[in-house]
């Protein structure tokens, strides 16, 4: 029979697996009932490690979540608040930089387009509900419209241009 862990291993076997925020960490580690010391300790020593670091974990899901999920601004200071995050911290980290900006939003033109209907630019209705999503994906709603309208434009056009030929 193993040994009982303490909060500490424990806390190196969660961080073995990926990085977590200090509140992830500190409920996992409550829920597998360490007292509420042994938490404190086992993390401000992970923390001494540079093992937790709010910043840096923060900074990674921000540049990851944008990227390969195609998540906006809103979405990602709201998610980044689920984890634990104070909400000045969380907004100040979801403010991406414009290229950022601009492949969060390719990321999710694009799993919005491979979902759509055959010329669903000719749909105000399917626009709308694209709008609709990439607002949800955290996405002010001018930039949504914005880049719905492009979108729609240059498959018109494109459209256009097959016909012709």
Known sequence: M???RDAYQTAL????????????????????????????????????????????????????RAATRGWGPNRLAA????????????ERMA?????????????????LEVRAPEKWWQDSQRRARMISSLIARGFEADAAIFAITEMAASRENTADAL???
Request: hydrophobic content about 35%.
């Open 2 to 4: 193993a040994p009982p």
């Open 13 to 64: 076997d969660l961080l073995s697996r990926r990085d977590h925020f200090w509140r992830e960490l500190s409920d996992k580690l409550r829920r597998k009932d360490f007292p509420a010391d042994e938490i404190e300790a086992a993390i401000a020593r992970c923390q001494d490690l540079g093992l937790v670091d709010d910043e840096r974990v923060g900074e990674r899901f921000v540049e990851v």
């Open 79 to 90: 998610e980044l608040r689920k984890r634990g995050v104070p909400r000045d911290d969380a």
């Open 95 to 111: 403010r991406v930089s414009p290229e950022m900006g601009e492949e969060a939003m390719r990321t999710a033109l694009k799993k």
């Open 163 to 165: 016909d012709d030929q």
